[in-house]
């Protein structure tokens, strides 16, 4: 089993930053692929980005690009969200996942483990 546990979630005005970070434990975090997801209530999950085990590979959904950037360091099991330029659209809980491989990245489905997410709620 992995444990994930999310962190950096909060309230902020249209327009600021957050960074969201992700620890990993119990498997060896430097053989996963990461992913960032998102879902509001009554919604689907929706991805937002994810990051290959050794950060060549890096894919974001299109709502976010220039604006979001992930990135990991192995040496701490963590990953991150840099969330900039932040719209009352990005509010929602923002979930990690890992899963093995990086063929088709945005699926959920794909991923093995899952945090219990964190609130990012942005104001307009």
């Known amino acids: 089993q992995m444990q994930l546990v999310e962190s950096g979630g909060g309230l902020v005005q249209a327009g600021g930053s957050l960074r969201l970070s992700c620890v990993a434990s119990?498997?060896?975090?430097?053989?996963?692929?990461m992913g960032w997801f998102r879902q509001t209530p009554g919604k689907e999950r929706e991805f937002v980005a994810a990051?290959?085990?050794?950060?060549?590979?890096?894919t974001y959904a299109d709502a976010v690009k220039g604006r979001f950037t992930i990135s990991r360091d192995n040496a701490k099991n963590t990953v991150y969200l840099q969330m900039n330029i932040l719209k009352p659209e990005d509010t929602a809980v923002y979930y990690c996942?890992?899963?093995?491989?990086?063929?088709?990245?945005?699926?959920?489905?794909?991923?093995?483990?899952w945090g219990q997410g964190t609130q990012v709620t942005v104001s307009s």
């Open positions: 990051i290959n085990w050794s950060a060549s590979m890096i």
């Open positions: 119990g498997r060896t975090f430097d053989n996963y692929a």
């Open positions: 996942a890992a899963r093995r491989g990086f063929t088709n990245p945005s699926s959920g489905r794909a991923y093995e483990y």
